[in-house]
């Protein structure tokens, strides 16, 4: 019988800062290629999106304050009502592009699962997570980390730095567990987070620094080391929930 997610957290030991993070480099070493492939997918996917976005206030920009063929200077409004449409498809795009960014973020999840236990499972396509029913839940996963986050700056910023690390962390959890509802997926989270969340806060804030190193490598080098901020959260879940079947790591106990 499969441990519940709740009891696996609440069992589980802590995680070593520095371990995760000699692992994360040892298994980049492996995975820089498919990581690679996997931010250049996401942008290719993410630029066209951006510019239906960017290009309407381009061409509104353009209409501001002209002079006519008379020599009189005219200046245009935007209707209320396109600024009501505009702001409605803005904020779908937004979800859209984070769903799509969780559902490639969650394959590559899997993708360092296979490469880092040498296993021949089968996980499928770069967009398997944006089928069926994971479409919908990437969705729905999206819309609820969108109003946390809203709900966070709301209060005064400082509770950013709270859900930020339960944020991240929903990503991997939403690779290994997605059969699980959004609730235990967004309460599991933040369970895991709040019991480790200093050390999952030092990961994501170290790796996320490591990543950007990439435009020292003229630039385009931070297509490669864009996805490294991922290694050590695959690590973080590895070592304190572990996978079904293995035992996460630690020095005095094991999973029966």
């Not at 309407?56 to 935007?78: A, D, F, H, L, T």
């Not at 498809?89 to 973020?105: D, H, Y």
Request: overall charge negative; hydrophobic content about 55%.
């Amino acid at each position: 019988m499969k441990t519940d997610i709740f009891q696996k957290i609440e069992s589980s030991s802590k995680p070593d800062f520095s371990d995760i993070l000699t692992k994360s480099f040892d298994l980049f070493k492996k995975v820089w290629e498919t990581a690679l492939y996997h931010a250049l997918i996401l942008i290719a996917i993410v630029i066209p999106l951006i510019m239906v976005v960017y290009t309407p206030i381009i061409i509104m920009m353009g209409k501001q304050g002209r002079y006519n063929s008379y020599g009189y200077y005219e200046s245009w409004e935007p209707s209320v009502m396109l600024i009501v449409i505009y702001s409605i498809v803005v904020f779908a795009l937004v979800f859209v592009v984070q769903a799509i960014s969780l559902g490639i973020i969650a394959h590559f999840f899997r993708a360092l699962k296979k490469a880092d236990l040498d296993s021949d499972e089968d996980i499928g396509g770069y967009f398997v997570y944006l089928k069926g029913e994971n479409l919908s839940k990437v969705l729905l996963i999206s819309i609820a980390t969108f109003l946390i986050s809203i709900a966070a700056v709301l209060l005064c910023y400082l509770p950013i730095f709270y859900v930020m690390v339960p944020l991240q962390i929903i990503q991997v959890m939403f690779a290994f567990n997605e059969k699980l509802s959004i609730n235990d997926l967004i309460k599991a989270s933040f369970k895991l987070g709040h019991k480790y969340w200093l050390i999952a806060f030092g990961l994501i804030i170290l790796s996320s620094f490591i990543a950007q190193l990439g435009v020292l490598l003229c630039v385009v080098g931070v297509f490669v080391t864009a996805f490294f901020v991922h290694l050590p959260m695959y690590y973080f879940y590895k070592d304190t929930i572990g996978f079904d079947g293995e035992a996460a790591v630690s020095d005095t106990d094991e999973w029966s």
